[in-house]
């Protein structure tokens, strides 16, 4: 029942690098597509959302790329630091719920 | 300090018993959510509940129950019939039941079986 398809589900960036994680939806309730960061151990947080009124979302070195004819967005993590390292969750919404994606696990390496 | 407090942090559950996760929050939020975390499936919903009393299955139940008796308090129970629980839990809360607002997580508890 997987409605949110994400990729690549691990990454390895050099620092200084181009971190670019991708996601898939298949439908959705409403126009608004967030990113959640969890690092070991911890529970997720929202990092960066989209309403796609916009194509795109800068927030410093984050951003959300979103293509509504293709129903996919995409997080870009510029300057990738050794701190980036940790999973990455994209989600959709449906009523009274958000479905995420099966998780990108980021290491950025020194 | 608001958030979410998940308790305990570690769980050990025998063979035929029933364990029960604690998630606690003081946020005043409405809405509260209690997901399942595997390595490579990402988050998977158990049960939500957007108010008071009142709950709704996610897309894994069988096996876990819930119950929604005070705004503050979401306790998943993890029942004998669940065959495979060994899992990262993790509860959240949002203000409001549209599934769109910004989530509120808890640090989470890592079940495991005996």
Redesign the interface.
Known sequence: QQQVKQSPQSLIVQKGGISIINCAYENTAFDYFPWYQQFPGKGPALLIAIRPDVSEKKEGRFTISFNKSAKQFSLHIMDSQPGDSATYFCAAPRPGKLIFGQGTELSVKP | DGG?TQSPKYLFRKEGQNVTLSCEQNLNHD?M?W?RQDP??????IY?S?IVNDF?K??IAEGYSVSREKKESFPLTVTSAQKNPTAFY?C?SSIG????E??F????TQLSVL
């Open positions: 979410i809405a959510y997901y490579g499936q990402g988050l998977r919903l939500y957007q709704q996610g897309d993790l959240a039941p549209r599934g769109m910004k989530l997580f808890g640090s989470g």
